[in-house]
């Protein structure tokens, strides 16, 4: 079949790489960030706003649309984009991740993760083969094959077991594939242990996958291994195909996996933290909930031309989310994801021009509180 | 001093009349409904949105504000209308119908409202005094005089008692402004009594306002009695003088009211129902939490051209609100704004062409189910 995806690189900056995918839903400049819309909603935003910023892929959750309303009807609806009302494209989880996270297993084996939904109680079970039927009916431009997501901490003979148990996997996800016009990515585990990455980037790479991600980090174990994992799987993975780097994460990390080579990134930071009073601005972290706020005129991020920040004051916005407004999570969400858009915008001139080094030096010094605390990475949470 | 506000009517139709006011923030094309801002936002809604669909006038309600954040702090921020980033003029209640309906009074007597906050319990005086001084800081462009609002049911002697004080009040309140840029407004009381409403309106007319609005209605009398006692309250109050009526209502409301001679409105329905997953439509009332609209992919309102019917299908609509995203309160919130906007400027190009009648019945008979029930108006709750 035509390949339902299509990946090319127009400059590079060291291993840093800015160019385009294409998808059937259109092109998306990379590298990218995808605000996360768990259940077929950015939560707070509508769909033109997320447009507006400069957003052309969001990610879905396939476990969260299971669920509720289920595929069969997005699929119904038009697909999960018409279904959304966002003109772009969408990139599916292959729900894996949260099966594991966040619904009560009754078991993992060689079949696939049975489960109850933390909504309702009710018996599902995700194989390599379902997980694809449920994307392909959401009918998500890019889906992801499904993988056991190693939890941290993981000794390294459960970490093999399940980047074993993630490439047979791997292997029934294509097979399983029906549609042409959905890409497919593989994802690469090994936990925290370098040679066990390397195993499993070369049983993933070796199937023809559209793309390749990177998962399992961001989960809890340190930082600095998060990103020395990370830089490893980065050269690990074809250079002609997207890289992306699952659930991750500050902008900190996402300007220094930019570095490594990475193309695309998700992460519930700008959204959770907004609804939670937490901003992302040019001087740092802001938490609007600081009595500190109450009377202050100026807008969240001086630096910031977004519609919150060109319209409310802190002590506003303070107000708003002391007084537990809807429109104080609409306001930081829209804030916080026009920051990450306009810092992956700005990291993709950054390599065209030849300058990324300098960019990446002047964000890190920029903001040292982004980070989310001093050693942990923990943001890949739904 | 010179006038805060001017009002002029141009073209009549009937009682109906079409005009507008002229504050210090802007003209106001009347008849006009105002959507309720109860703590310097309309839930859910930012402000561009409420302009951009020709709202120009947004009431407050001073009692949530003196409660959270203090008119201190609004005074100190530029005033209401800056702090909430609307570029237009704001009318603030005097906080007596709040005080009343949601704090622990601890008593009524001849010098104010006694109550302990909602929020904390910290105790507060509402006076006549006090009620102009919180509006001025708060920097209303139109303020409202503090006055009793007479429960329903309620005697002829109590409904006595309470209008006269409302008119002691009344006179306090004239006496107590020191703005010459806000306007103040008198409120006509008298339970659901005629002699009473006459009695209450000469009292209330005789002072010198700017404008005058009959309030105690809405308050769960049956609505064949609301609507007498309006109609009735409409011909007692100038003609050269703006006439609210309080907290009223459906769209059935509005239009009868408007053949009565109203000129301003405010409602809680069309933004709380819409929070409840309710949707006024040209077709009549829509709860889109029904599951026969989970496959549904046509528009709120097929006949509507606001951003969410453009957008959004009911079927994700009904998927938002049974997923808790706030999106569907987003949504609903401006379709239903919109249909209340629509609806004020369909009157007015009504009353301009002579035609209101025609057009009054057509709305009358277009939604039998906007009305909240079949016998109880009680829409004027906060």
Not at 111 to 138: K, M, N, W, Y
Not at 209 to 221: C, I, K, S, Y
């Amino acid at each position: 079949m035509d390949a339902p995806l299509s990946f090319e690189t127009r400059a590079t900056d060291g291993d840093a790489r800015m160019g385009r995918l294409v998808t059937p839903h259109g092109e998306i400049a990379t590298p990218c960030f995808m605000p996360v819309g768990t259940g077929a909603a950015v939560k707070a935003m509508a769909p033109d706003e997320l447009w507006g910023m400069g957003y052309r892929l969001v990610l879905a959750n396939a476990y969260h649309l299971a669920v509720r309303p289920g595929p069969e009807l997005v699929h119904q609806m038009g697909g999960i984009a018409r279904f959304m009302g966002f003109p772009g494209a969408i990139l599916t989880d292959s729900g894996g991740f949260q099966a594991m996270s966040l619904a009560k297993i009754n078991s993992i084996d060689e079949s696939g993760i049975c489960f109850r939904s933390h909504l309702d109680g009710q018996r599902l079970v995700f194989t390599p083969e379902s997980a694809i039927e449920i994307q392909e009916q959401l009918g998500a431009d890019i889906m992801m094959s499904l993988d056991e997501c190693t939890a941290y901490p993981a000794d390294a003979a459960r970490a093999r077991s399940s980047l074993e148990l993630t490439a047979r996997w791997a292997e029934r996800s294509l097979k399983a594939r029906r549609s042409a016009a959905q890409a497919l990515f593989g994802i690469v585990q090994g936990g925290v242990y370098p040679e066990l990455r390397k195993l499993s980037a070369g049983q993933i790479t070796a199937l023809g996958f559209d793309g390749f991600a990177v998962g399992g980090l961001a989960v809890g174990e340190p930082k600095a291994q998060m990103r020395e994992m990370a830089a490893l799987s980065a050269g690990l993975l074809p250079a002609d195909k997207p890289r992306y780097l699952m659930g991750v994460g500050t902008p900190q990390d996402i300007v220094a996996a930019v570095a490594m080579g990475y193309d695309m990134f998700d992460c519930v930071l700008p959204t959770r933290n907004a609804r939670n009073g937490s901003a992302f601005t040019s001087e740092g972290r802001i938490s609007i909930k600081h009595a500190r706020y109450a009377r202050d005129g100026s807008p969240l991020d001086p630096g910031c031309d977004c519609r919150a920040c060109r319209t409310f004051s802190r002590g506003y916005l303070r107000h708003l989310y002391m007084a537990g407004e809807i429109l104080a999570a609409r306001a930081l969400t829209e804030h916080n994801l026009h920051f990450y858009s306009r810092l992956m915008r700005d990291a993709q001139a950054a390599i065209s021009s030849g300058t990324y080094d300098a960019f990446a030096r002047g964000m890190m010094a920029a903001g040292p509180d982004w980070e989310e605390g001093p050693d942990k990475a923990t943001n890949n949470v739904a």
